[in-house]
């Protein structure tokens, strides 16, 4: 079984064998990957699920909660309805530095049903930097103490490790060296994480637009894909995947 760690040098094979070129040409783009996904909240308003599947969707992302008290208002349609039209889907939590993180645990845990076909938990961390009311910046150690109770609670209920989402700003201002034992969830639309983000070429799901647009939802919509081949797709699904 391949480690993360090594799944790279197994993809760029993968890709210089069937795109006759090589990595020492050009970065690879999300098009060389062949698995494709999607992040969604109540901004993308109804999504046509059947629509956005037949359309090559392979999971998906939703937000469920933020903070202590809020509840993204088209969850549980979005979560039931991805589920009915066959995309594999996980829930995410954008964490918020002005609530205790034992509200957000619990929080998060009264909304989002235990649902052994769901893909692992997310926990969103960036900078809360559009917030009107919450400016504060936890030092290093508050943050990375209070996330290793956010994601080992969340890991004892649902029964999987979950996935760390970052922006290049906050994984190089906090996350550098940490939580090598979760698969990460990177944002980088500039160019390909591997000038973005130090010490983190093993990550597991690129976000690489805000701006993509998907059959079924009505205006923009943030695209990713996930580092493998479809057979390690069906790997990470199943869990034989180990972790970096």
């Given amino acids: 079984m391949l480690a993360f760690s090594r799944r790279l040098a197994v993809f760029l ?20 990957f062949p698995i494709h996904g999607i992040d969604i909240s ?26 202590g008290d809020f509840l993204d208002p088209k969850f549980v349609e979005n979560w039931n309805a991805a589920k009915a039209a066959g995309v594999p889907r996980g829930a995410y939590h954008f964490y918020y530095f002005c609530r205790p993180v034992e509200d957000q645990i619990a929080w998060f845990i009264q909304n989002v049903p235990v649902d052994p076909t769901a893909l692992p938990p997310v926990l969103d961390m960036e900078w809360n930097g559009e917030s009107k009311n919450c400016r504060i910046r936890p030092p290093q150690g508050k943050i990375v103490a209070d996330m290793t109770l956010f994601l080992d609670a969340l890991q004892a209920h649902y029964g999987k490790r ?33 000038h973005m983000y130090s010490k983190r ?29 479809k057979r390690q797709w069906q790997q990470w699904l199943r869990g034989e995947l180990p972790n970096p």
Avoid at 13 to 32: G, I, K, M, N, Q
Avoid at 202 to 223: H, L, S
Wanted: contains cysteine; aromatic residues 16%; negative net charge.
């Fill in 162 to 194: 979950p996935i760390v989402y970052t922006t290049v700003d906050f994984h190089r201002e906090i996350l550098v060296g940490h939580f090598t034992a979760h698969d990460f969830w990177i944002r980088s639309v500039a160019r390909h994480p591997m």
């Fill in 42 to 67: 109540r901004w993308q308003g109804d999504i046509d699920w059947h629509t956005v599947r037949k359309a090559g969707t392979q999971f998906a992302f939703i937000k469920a909660t933020e903070g």
């Fill in 13 to 32: 094979l993968t890709f210089s064998l069937t795109a006759c070129a090589s990595y020492e040409d050009r970065d690879p783009v999300p098009s060389d």
């Fill in 201 to 229: 070429d093993d990550w597991v799901f690129w976000q690489y637009t805000a701006e993509g647009r998907v059959p079924g939802i009505k205006g923009n919509v943030d695209r990713n894909v996930f580092f493998g081949t």
